[in-house]
């Protein structure tokens, strides 16, 4: 059964500093999606970015990367020069497959907190 | 830009009473998501939908139901809703040519 996992409930960051935040995965499937999703106090989900099994190259957004390791399992989200805004729970999330019915699933999530 | 809407932002029921949550989305997508988010748990997949009428059950189906009579409208009900309920709940849909979810503001229910 697939699983994500984020071992991170909670971190503290120094604003301007890069952040890093730790995801792994488990499935058995050799076709799937990673993603990083974050959602603000005022509770919205907001898509940051997105990694498919078979890409190459990590995946980039702006000021977000994601640290795509595959024989380990992990898709790390990087956030460079962190900035207040940053303050947020951040969710990774993996699809199985690439079919019409595959689902999303969630880890526990993460509290990132920017210090001024 | 899509749009995902939901009935309530927040609602307050008492234990017993059925309870409907309503999802809205206005971007034709066949894939429809219904979760629950509690803290330390991050989000739980109740059930899905993949077309008008078709559904799966999710993580934790257990004490809801669903409806898709119309491609846009998803249905989340409580038969009868229980203090271990409360929760905010949050509706996705997603066109299954793509890979991005996108979310409704999430309906917090409170069961007294």
């Known amino acids: 059964a697939q699983k994500i996992t984020q071992t991170q409930p909670g971190m503290f960051v120094q604003e301007k500093e890069a952040v890093t935040l730790d995801c792994t995965y488990d499935?058995?499937?050799?076709?799937?999606?990673l993603f990083w999703y974050k959602q603000p106090s005022s509770g919205e989900m907001i898509f940051l970015i997105y990694?498919?099994?078979?890409?190459?190259q990590n995946a980039t957004e702006g000021r977000y990367s994601l640290n795509f390791q595959k024989a380990r399992k992990s898709a790390n989200l990087v956030i460079s020069a962190s900035q207040l805004g940053d303050s947020a729970m951040y969710f990774c999330?993996?699809?199985?497959?690439?079919?019409?019915?595959?689902?999303?699933?969630f880890g526990s999530g993460t509290r990132l907190s920017i210090r001024p | 830009d899509v749009k995902v809407t939901q009935s309530s932002r927040y609602l307050v029921k008492r234990t017993g009473e059925k309870v409907f949550l309503e999802c809205v989305q206005d971007?034709?997508?066949?894939?429809m998501f219904w979760y629950r988010q509690d803290p330390g748990l991050g989000l739980r997949l109740i059930y899905f939908?993949?077309?008008?009428?078709?559904?799966e059950k999710g993580d934790i189906p257990e004490g809801y139901s669903v409806s898709r009579e119309k491609k846009e409208r998803f249905s989340l009900i409580l038969e009868s809703a229980s203090t271990n309920q409360t929760s905010m709940y949050l509706c996705?849909?997603?066109?299954?040519?793509?890979?991005?979810?996108?979310f409704g503001p999430g309906t917090r229910l409170t069961v007294t």
């Open positions: 999330a993996m699809r199985e497959s690439g079919s019409s019915a595959s689902k999303i699933i």
């Open positions: 971007m034709d997508h066949e894939n």
């Open positions: 996705a849909s997603r066109d299954p040519q793509g890979y991005e979810q996108y």
């Open positions: 499935t058995s499937d050799p076709s799937y999606g």
């Open positions: 939908s993949y077309d008008v009428k078709m559904k």
């Open positions: 990694q498919g099994s078979y890409d190459q």
